[in-house]
Structures are given as C-alpha cells and as structure tokens.
C-alpha cells in the first residue's frame, strides 16, 4: 500500500457518547476491496518475492478477508494462489459459501482447497505444505503464509509501522480499540504504539476466543514480534488488555448486541462494518464505555479492519429480526 489511511472523526457518535471518537479507516487501504490485511501481506509477499516464488498458499475461514486480500496481491503480481478454506462457523446458508470474498477469490482466479476443521491451526498449516509439496513436483515454487503461532508473525510487522503512523497522525489519544483475533494487527499496533513512546490504552476485542486464551496467544505473539525486532517483550505485554464481552456466541456468529453495533454505525455514521470483526470491534468499544473504562471527554481511535464483503455472505443473519 502507499501512504497512510485517514483518521475520521465520528462526529454524531462522539455527541451520543460524551467522548471524542475516531475511526482509523484501515478498509480503505485500496487492495481488492481493502481491510488491514494488506498492511500485513505487504511483508509475507516481500519475503516471497525474494524467496523467488510463484505460488501463495494460506489458510482461514470460508468468509475470510485474508485469504481473498492474498489472492488480489497475488493477481496484481503476476502470482497463482491457493486459498484453503476452514470450516470454521456452523450452520451457514448457501450465501455464505457463494457470495462475498468466496465469489471475490473466483474472480481473481484464485484455486481452492477445503480444512474441516476450523480450530487446528497446526493441521490446517500442514495441510498447506502437502499442497505445497504438490505443486513443487510440478515445478512450481509455492510460499506458505502461515496460521499457526509456531511461525515468525511477519504480517504482524505491517502493524507496528501502522501503530506508528497513528501516534503520528494524532498526538495524546486516550485509548485504542482494535479486534483481537489471530494477534497480528492487536500485537503490531500495540508495539507500534509503544515504539513511538505513547500512552494510549490499547483494548483488544476478542472475535475468536475468550479473553483467558487470547491473553495467552497475545504473550506469544508479543514475544515473537519482540525478537524480529530486536527489542524486550515485557513492557509490551504488560500493557495487554483484551476483553470478550461481544465475541459470544463465537467466532463469525452474531450477537444482538454484536448486530445492534453494526446498525448503529450504519445508521448514526453511515459507514458498514463487517459482521465477524469490526462490528464486534464497536460492540466491544460500547461496552468500554458503558462500564466506564472509556471515560466522558476521552479521545478514542477505533481501527475499522474493513471485511466489508462479507456482509453479504450474512445476508439472512443481517436481515432477521434483531435490532
């Protein structure tokens, strides 16, 4: 990506909340329909052009904005990829296997392949390096972007640089509020932040698993990104604060309160949220503030993750009748 993605002031929010709420607009980052993913596939791809390859291989959800982002800077550079996807989210409709990234991914001419399971991060990764064997004997030269944790979180990297850009943009924020999920964007930013000698709260919004898991995965993240860079692990994880209050009923699954979130943006702001990170990102900054971890006047930055495709892959769990 080129140049840095704005801050938006959410002026009516801001009144109806008592705090001064900024929205980073990470889903405008411009590469086949935007999302924070881009920030992290900018280092994986750099280590696979260097490493000469010609094929990507990753893994993630059936609605996954990962995946589909890898497979637009994969066709932008001239690349194949493969996109593995997991079951990870029950009792869907036909749409949600047809429809959004699954039908973004067919266009850019993306392969597929299918994981049963949705929580086996070390199966799913290994699934991916049997394909990649594949493709090695037919000549291919295929680079794994991996799942599991056991791995350098290189994309995590894109997000120390945008934790800096942020501090850089807007000087004595109060508190932070991004989705915590694989760990990448929550540990980059979180360092990045950090890195640029700044104060802000960052709260992580569980979208995949409770707070106690999450808060184990973060220490291991932190770690792993502390030694790519050289630097201690432990004053960045002990600013890790993660809550899970709008991830039930689980990953990829809506809430009332999850729904009600996203409606209020849409409605009070007119920007969309997706349904399995940014909505339960504002559920989760809500909730913040109704408790009284986020307090009257603070200046808050929400970073919108994007995923906007999705939405349509949730068409029957979006127009039910939930608030």
């Avoid at 006047?297 to 939405?311: E, R, S």
């Amino acid at each position: 990506m080129s140049g840095a993605t704005p801050l938006e002031r959410l002026d009516r929010l801001s009144l109806e909340l008592g705090i001064d709420l900024w929205l980073k607009r990470d889903d405008l980052t411009g590469l086949g329909f935007g999302g924070n993913k881009t920030r992290q596939l900018e280092f994986y791809f750099g280590d696979a052009l260097q490493q000469g390859a010609d094929t990507i291989l990753i893994t993630g959800a059936v609605q996954s904005n990962f995946v589909r982002s890898a497979a637009a800077a994969a066709a932008k550079l001239g690349m194949q990829s493969v996109l593995q996807l997991e079951e990870r989210v029950p009792d869907m409709g036909e749409e949600y296997y047809s429809s959004g990234n699954v039908l973004l991914a067919q266009i850019l001419g993306a392969d597929h392949m299918s994981y049963p399971e949705g929580e086996d991060e070390a199966g799913a990764d290994a699934a991916l390096h049997a394909r990649a064997d594949e493709l090695k004997a037919q000549g291919r030269k295929p680079y794994v972007i991996h799942l599991g944790l056991n791995h350098p979180p290189l994309g995590a990297l894109g997000y120390v640089i945008a934790g800096q850009e942020l501090s850089q943009q807007m000087q004595d924020i109060d508190a932070v509020v991004v989705p915590s999920g694989s760990g990448a964007t929550h540990g980059g930013l979180l360092t990045g932040i950090a890195l640029e000698e700044n104060g802000a709260s960052v709260f992580g919004v569980c979208v995949r698993r409770d707070r106690e898991k999450q808060q184990a995965r973060m220490n291991t993240v932190l770690q792993k990104l502390a030694d790519l860079l050289d630097i201690n692990a432990a004053p960045l994880q002990d600013r890790i604060n993660v809550l899970d209050e709008a991830l039930p009923p689980g990953y990829g699954k809506l809430s009332g309160m999850t729904h009600a979130a996203l409606k209020k943006m849409a409605r009070t702001e007119g920007i969309f949220l997706d349904p399995v990170y940014s909505a339960k990102t504002f559920a989760g900054l809500l909730h913040l503030v109704t408790v009284g971890e986020i307090q009257p006047g603070q200046k808050v930055v929400m970073l919108h993750t994007g995923g906007l495709p999705a939405l349509f892959g949730y068409q029957n769990e979006l127009t039910n009748d939930q608030p």
